[in-house]
């Protein structure tokens, strides 16, 4: 016989039954497959959301000393003052929605995140800049001539931006700090990546701040203000109050694959087409020519397969305008191709995450199929090892489950089965 997946049956209760009757998964015919495999992708997805974190429900406290690890103390009512005090203020800081005081602070620090980004980005323009004021003397053969000059060509920001910045980062500097204190377990802190980034961000604020007062006039001032840009990562943080976004991360994650072959492909077509529009545009006298190398043809490449078109490199011969029209059609299907799949973890990662929010907290979280299918199967022995020891009870067990199967889905596929009555007669059931 052969062995296909009913579509109306829960994935679990398949598996279920397949491990009861003793057949292997690996017999499903191959057009079910993809049917069969979709709970499991379910299941995966669910455990995924689990780890994320996501529910905007207050944990109960029984949850926050299992996180701490302390457990046992709850449960026996021995927990000590530290104990009580440690995960609430932990909950202020990392659970946003945990109370009204932790929703305060959560606005507190987006404020403060927003603030320093701007300050940081309004700071650059020529407006809020101040030019370096230099004192300039002229010797002559009579007399020494001093004045005050504004050199336009080197200007910095404005004091107030310095204040500004401070006051945030003493904002970072408190929070990080308390928030490494009541940490559930240190190396879950140290291996969060937002952690790290809100670190070394407020580090060189410092660090900035005191080359600033020590070495004014240092040449390569704009050299340290570039490593500053590791402030603008303080918008990752922001995922700790967005669902979204950790969804959005997490997308980009789950759809590794794609995205390593996307960039391969892209890389791939960039040195062939970089390379074939260099020699087509040097198979005729061109005194205009735009492509010096092959490296500057990888810029045009990767603009023209991402179907910007920039314009500063235009092929001008006909081979060259061939290549240039194989590499736009090129970019368009590459990209073109992976893009439906990420779109789809993401779409499934929000639909089930929504689905979680309508579903009662207790219900949330997902059983493994393992641990029913144990317990069944360590009932059912039992019962055979209390039955006759010539099997019968099991045969009769066995013989009784197919027969129930068996009538449900008589039942269930031809409801007309007997249309004379449950006493076969052409009459009714009376």
């Known amino acids: 016989g052969k062995l296909h997946y009913p579509t109306h049956v829960c994935g679990p209760l398949f598996e279920e039954e397949l491990e009861f009757w003793g057949l292997d998964a690996n017999q499903v ?42 457990e046992e103390d709850y449960v026996q009512n021995d927990l000590s003052f530290w104990q009580k005090t440690k995960p609430k203020v932990w909950a202020l800081f990392d659970e946003p929605h945990s109370s009204t005081c932790a929703k305060i602070i959560s606005i507190v620090s987006v404020f403060f995140i927003l603030t320093s980004i701007l300050s940081f980005c309004l700071k650059t323009h020529p407006n809020f800049r101040v030019p370096v004021i230099r004192n300039i003397t002229v010797e002559d053969q009579y007399h020494n001539l001093t004045y005050w ?26 929070e990080i700090i308390v928030r490494f204190i009541v940490t559930p377990t240190f190396p879950t802190f140290l291996k969060s990546l937002l952690n790290w980034i809100d670190f070394v961000a407020t580090l060189s604020f410092y660090s900035d701040m005191l080359l600033q007062h020590f070495f004014k006039d240092m040449e390569n001032a704009d050299i340290l203000e570039f490593f500053s840009i590791i402030r603008i990562l303080r918008l990752f943080k922001l995922t700790r109050h967005s669902p979204g976004l950790k969804i959005l991360i997490h997308t980009f994650k789950a759809s590794s694959k794609e995205l ?3 960039v391969f492909f892209l890389i791939l077509g960039m040195v062939i087409f970089a390379s074939l529009v260099y020699y087509a545009e040097r198979l005729h006298a061109n005194p205009h020519n735009d492509f010096k190398s092959i490296p500057e043809g990888l810029w045009w490449a990767v603009v023209t397969m991402t179907t910007v078109g920039y314009g500063d490199m ?64 360590t009932e059912l022995g039992s019962v055979r090892g209390s039955s006759n020891p010539n099997t019968n009870g099991s045969n009769g067990i066995q013989r009784n489950r197919m027969n129930t199967i068996k009538g449900s889905q008589h039942n269930h596929f031809n409801p007309r089965s007997n249309p004379r009555g449950l006493n076969g007669n052409g009459g009714g059931p009376g």
Not at 38 to 60: C, G, S, V
Not at 149 to 173: A, G, M, R
Not at 333 to 344: E, F, G, T, Y
Request: glycine fraction near 2%; hydrophobic fraction near 40%; charge should be positive.
């Open 260 to 262: 390593t072959l996307l």
């Open 149 to 174: 000059t504004l050199d336009k060509s080197q200007t910095f920001p404005h004091d107030s931006f310095l204040y500004i910045e401070l006051v945030c980062n003493i904002w970072f500097t408190f």
């Open 314 to 377: 235009v092929p001008k011969t006909y081979a060259g305008l061939i290549v240039g029209s194989l590499c736009a059609l090129s970019g368009v299907l590459v990209i073109a191709l992976p893009v439906p799949v990420i779109v789809s973890n993401f779409s499934m990662f929000y639909s089930h995450t929504q689905a979680r929010m309508k579903l009662p907290k207790r219900r949330r979280h997902i059983v493994a199929v393992e641990q029913p299918r144990r317990k069944r199967l």
């Open 29 to 70: 015919e191959p057009c079910c497959w993809m049917t069969y495999t979709i709970h499991r992708d379910t299941e995966a997805t669910l455990t995924i959301l689990d780890k994320l974190d996501i529910e905007k429900e207050n944990p109960t406290e029984e949850e926050i000393a299992r996180k701490f690890g302390w």
